[in-house]
């Protein structure tokens, strides 16, 4: 769920490394996962999404990683460039209206 | 192909002034629609969705209020800004059915004075 009051996290990784953004989430009976990329100043981008019967998904250069049974979710970006430099979030559907639940979001920093 | 149309981009306000922001959605019929605020280096907060017309649920007590006088416009409101209205307000819509995306406006920086 939310963490308001709490500044962002931020994760440093080196260009063309790999980079891990992790994510918890407090609701068992959430059912859909998204992961959002959000640039300064503009909305968030949808990246990727995965569903409760899943526990992985792939993208182009990201992998989404579902682990149920400690509800955490994981984002990894392969090959990390310059341009990934950006706010990453996870919001999950807690089941019925499809409203998005956010988390807090972690701030991702690429160092050339 | 779909659009959302959020403005204006930014807004300075003064404390007890009105507030109307607009959002309007192209390209689809009936979506699910969101207003979201974020405060500075933070995560998004639901503040209220719909999912028809004249059809509005609150997420949490507040200040605001929302109004779906359209099927694709969602309008946010207040009748007296205070301080902590500021942040910057996020419209989003969804297709219905559940277990789909939320697609984003590009947001609008509120800045109450």
């Known amino acids: 769920g939310e963490s308001v009051g709490l500044h962002l996290p931020t994760l440093s990784v080196q260009e063309g490394d790999n980079s891990i953004i992790n994510c918890a989430y407090s609701?068992?009976?959430?059912?859909?996962f998204i992961w959002y990329k959000q640039e300064s100043g503009k909305g968030p981008q949808f990246i990727i999404d995965i569903r409760s019967n899943m526990d992985k998904r792939q993208g182009q250069r990201v992998t989404v990683l579902l682990n149920k049974t400690v509800k955490h979710l994981s984002l990894q970006i392969a090959a990390t460039q310059p341009g990934d430099s950006a706010v990453y979030f996870c919001a999950e559907n807690r089941g019925g209206g499809n409203k998005l639940t956010f988390g807090t979001g972690t701030q991702l920093k690429v160092e050339l | 192909s779909q659009t959302i149309h959020q403005w204006p981009a930014t807004l300075v306000q003064p404390v007890g002034s009105p507030l109307s922001l607009e959002c309007t959605v192209e390209g689809t019929s009936n979506p699910n629609l969101y207003w979201y605020r974020q405060a500075a280096g933070r995560g998004l907060q639901l503040l209220f969705y719909?999912?028809?017309?004249?059809?509005i649920s609150s997420e949490v007590p507040q200040n605001l209020s929302a109004s779906r006088p359209q099927d694709r416009q969602f309008i946010l409101s207040s009748k007296k800004l205070l301080l902590s209205d500021s942040g910057f307000y996020l419209c989003?819509?969804?297709?219905?059915?559940?277990?789909?995306?939320?697609?984003f406006g590009q947001g609008t920086r509120l800045t109450v004075v």
């Open positions: 989003a819509w969804s297709r219905t059915g559940g277990d789909t995306e939320a697609f």
């Open positions: 719909s999912v028809g017309i004249g059809q």
């Open positions: 609701n068992s009976a959430s059912d859909y």
